[in-house]
């Protein structure tokens, strides 16, 4: 085989662009050169995966925001997969390459219409030859040496029947020449659907509004939606709908951070290593004659569990807790507040029993049990959408919040705290089927891997949090907004109960007083409020009172 040396002009980010208009290029080694680079490969074959050049995307492989494609084929260009098929009607100037014969490893490069680079590798002689992971090798190892990629994007081959790699052979492949090339390669599994302008709407209600969903904000939110569906400019549209939900605003907190010193506390390296647990407390009595909620969160995953409770007597508590342990096993310290539910002789007795260490903060400093108490505004707002008073039924909505918390990404860790505990992700409502087919070993080894790899990123990500968290607490400044006459606001409603709104309106500024006081129409009269108490409508299209 005939080594050729091609030549391409290069764009301003160093990716590659031939310099004959839409003429296919191949590239072509010696058998010798790719035996001995797999040979060298196959000797260590579990590369390492912590490398910021390897990336995994939902995202379809042929998307056009993809500069440089691979997309393995077979020699006789016989394959009848939708991946060929799509990528060929991509490219009006095909007709050279496939008129050319191939061989093994041989990469094609075809412009696409709307100028992306697409390599088409020959993996196999026949499309119903199967290929393994030297193929795979191979033929990306090709692609790469003669082309001064800054990023590739290659297929997910875990759905390819044709292929026969084993557990995580590709990442390991793919690791390996992204570091040894400089190049930042994306496995994309191709799971993003592009729905019509019709759908959205309704997708934009399953994943904001739903109780699943739970009213998230607008990072979640987007979180959520872009690990199923793409379309041009679905930022700005998500953004504009939650920021418009009047749900969201009559019912969530206004948060304020105030400029004070912080304390960075130590991570917990292991899960359950340190649980905080705390109480909450509702006026109003559910059917099942519940009042309280125990809560428990992991310091290290941010899972989270909650358990409604009649009482806050010690024996209810302990007895709470030994559940907990049953289903998670025994933490190895327990951390509370001072309250007499938690400092007394029965909590002593099962700490003593269990073998764990029980730990306080110091009073009337909730800051200590922070991530907890974040949770609990959290949880309060789920259940103030999703009940209502008059069924008495608020109990019954606590485990769809806990498990909307469980699955959605903790800002501070970078995963979900499911992910981190169990090693994968929980299939919910709107997750697609994935046809892959496990054996017990396979799972276990990527399980053990995927464990592994997430909780060390985990911990290193809370410490840098953590590290963000006190420079923006200590040089935090809160703006007072200034209205102006004719403006919509919302008023926030004082001492409301947990599942009381907690803004009402909108209404109308009609007319600015002295002092950061204004006149507002409410119920057809005029009401002298502080600006204190107001904060700006973002305008939908729900009727407001005047």
């Excluded at 002593?348 to 949770?375: C, D, I, V, W």
């Excluded at 276990?444 to 006190?470: H, V």
């Excluded at 919509?488 to 004082?494: D, G, N, Q, S």
Aim: charged share 25%; aromatic share 10%.
């Amino acid at each position: 085989m005939i080594t050729n040396t091609i030549d391409l002009t290069l764009d301003d980010d160093n990716d590659n662009i031939p310099n004959t208009s839409q003429t296919p290029i191949t590239q072509q080694f010696s058998e010798d050169y790719l035996d001995i680079n797999y040979a060298h490969f196959a000797d260590n074959p579990t590369y390492s995966l912590d490398t910021p050049n390897l990336h995994i995307s939902p995202d379809n492989l042929l998307s056009d925001k993809h500069k440089n494609i691979l997309v393995p084929i077979s020699c006789e260009l016989s394959d009848k997969n939708d991946l060929f098929n799509t990528a060929i009607s991509m490219c009006s100037q095909v007709d050279p390459y496939l008129e050319k014969p191939k061989t093994l490893y041989d990469v094609d490069l075809v412009v696409s219409d709307n100028k992306q680079n697409i390599f088409f590798g020959c993996t196999r002689p026949t499309h119903f030859d199967s290929w393994d992971s030297e193929s795979y090798f191979k033929t990306l190892l090709s692609c790469l040496q003669h082309h001064n990629f800054k990023s590739l994007f290659v297929p997910d081959l875990k759905n390819d029947p044709t292929c026969k790699l084993q557990g995580n052979e590709q990442l390991h492949i793919t690791a390996h020449l992204a570091d040894s090339y400089d190049c930042e390669i994306t496995i994309c599994e191709n799971k993003i659907k592009h729905p019509t302008p019709e759908q959205i709407p309704e997708i934009l209600k399953t994943f904001h509004d739903d109780p699943l969903s739970g009213h998230r904000g607008i990072v979640e939110t987007t979180r959520k939606i872009r690990s199923e569906y793409y379309w041009n400019g679905m930022t700005d549209t998500i953004k504009d709908y939650v920021n418009k939900c009047m749900i969201c605003q009559r019912s969530k907190i206004q948060r304020k951070t105030y400029k004070a010193p912080m304390v960075i506390t130590t991570s917990s390296t292991e899960p359950f290593e340190r649980v905080t647990i705390d109480l909450v407390s509702y006026s109003d009595i559910t059917g099942d004659s519940n009042k309280y909620i125990l809560t428990l969160q992991d310091d290290l995953t941010r899972f989270v569990q909650a358990y409604p409770i009649p009482d806050k007597q010690a024996t209810t508590i302990a007895k709470s807790l030994l559940t907990f342990c049953q289903h998670y096993g025994i933490p190895k310290r327990f951390h509370s507040d001072q309250g007499g539910e938690f400092v007394n002789n029965i909590l002593k007795q099962l700490m003593k029993l269990l073998g764990s260490q029980h730990t306080f903060s110091t009073a009337y400093h909730p800051q200590t049990n922070g991530a907890l108490e974040r949770f609990h505004a959290v949880l309060r707002d789920h259940i103030r959408m999703y009940s209502t008073k008059k069924s008495h039924n608020w109990d019954q909505i606590v485990p769809l919040a806990i498990m909307c918390h469980n699955t959605s990404l903790n800002q501070s860790t970078g995963f979900t705290p499911h992910e981190l505990l169990f090693g994968y992700k929980p299939r919910l409502l709107y997750t697609l089927k994935d046809s892959r087919e496990y054996t017990t070993n396979d799972y276990l080894n990527d399980l053990n891997e995927r464990l592994k790899i997430s909780r060390d990123i985990a911990q290193r990500n809370l410490n840098n949090m953590k590290d963000r968290a006190k420079t923006r607490y200590d040089n935090n400044i809160v703006n007072i907004a200034d209205f102006q006459l004719g403006d919509k606001v919302m008023l926030r409603v004082p001492n409301p109960n947990n599942l009381d709104i907690k803004w009402e309106g909108p209404y109308v500024i009609a007319r600015k007083g002295f002092n950061e006081n204004y006149i507002i129409r409410k119920s057809g009269r005029n009401q002298l409020v502080h600006g204190n108490r107001l904060r700006p409508l973002q305008d939908c299209n729900n009727q407001f009172d005047t």
